[in-house]
């Protein structure tokens, strides 16, 4: 249970973005006990694995924060923070299964793989979704904010993941709510537009 919670925390998160859990891991399973890789995932904490995710990491920091081309970087993210979650929930549910004698999620890889692409690509297209909103809303200015949030998000989640899991669902259900909250808010100032609007063609 523990594991499928570390799993999908780390997954949501990749959907925020893709390379901060995939970099805490790698960091974490490099230079501490806490995560032990099984060889088929070993690479994941290589230095080139490791080198490559911090440049990436870097031009994502960049460019999400941009009005317009974070929009263009979430479109590529439809497919690397997907498939990014999905490597990790199976990564580290194999290693916290391994570590207790159980290879259910090592001879089934697919089954972590699919639930983490789910996971993160739920996220990824509720962030797809608001970040052209709240560009709109806000002439631009908005995206640096946002996405220094949603940069937070994904470091507190993946942390609160590996470390303690048991809080994965309150932080999933509290995500849940403020995508909610938004796709509401969005609705009420759609409504009071077209009510103003229909209020000035009638006047």
Do not use: C
């Amino acid at each position: 249970m523990l594991a499928a919670l570390t799993g999908a925390g780390l997954s949501a998160a990749a959907g925020l973005n893709a390379y901060i859990p995939f970099l805490l891991v790698a960091l974490i399973a490099r230079f501490t006990e806490v995560i032990n890789l099984p060889h088929q995932y070993a690479w994941i904490e290589s230095d080139w694995a490791i080198g490559i995710a911090a440049v990436l990491l870097l031009s994502e920091v960049i460019l999400d924060k941009i009005a317009v081309v974070d929009s263009i970087n979430d479109a590529v993210g439809t497919f690397v923070r997907p498939a990014t979650g999905g490597l990790i929930f199976a990564a580290t549910t194999a290693a916290e299964d391994y570590e207790q004698g159980s290879s259910f999620m090592a001879d089934n890889p697919w089954i972590g793989v699919l639930l983490g692409i789910v996971t993160a690509g739920i996220v990824h297209t509720g962030k797809a979704v608001s970040r052209p909103v709240v560009n709109v809303g806000t002439a631009g200015l908005g995206a640096p904010v946002v996405s220094a949030a949603e940069d937070g998000a994904a470091v507190t989640l993946s942390l609160v993941a590996i470390f303690l899991p048991v809080l994965v669902i309150f932080l999933l259900l509290l995500m849940l709510w403020a995508g909610f909250a938004l796709w509401r808010g969005r609705w009420r100032r759609r409504k009071e537009r077209d009510a103003l609007m229909a209020d000035a063609g009638y006047s």
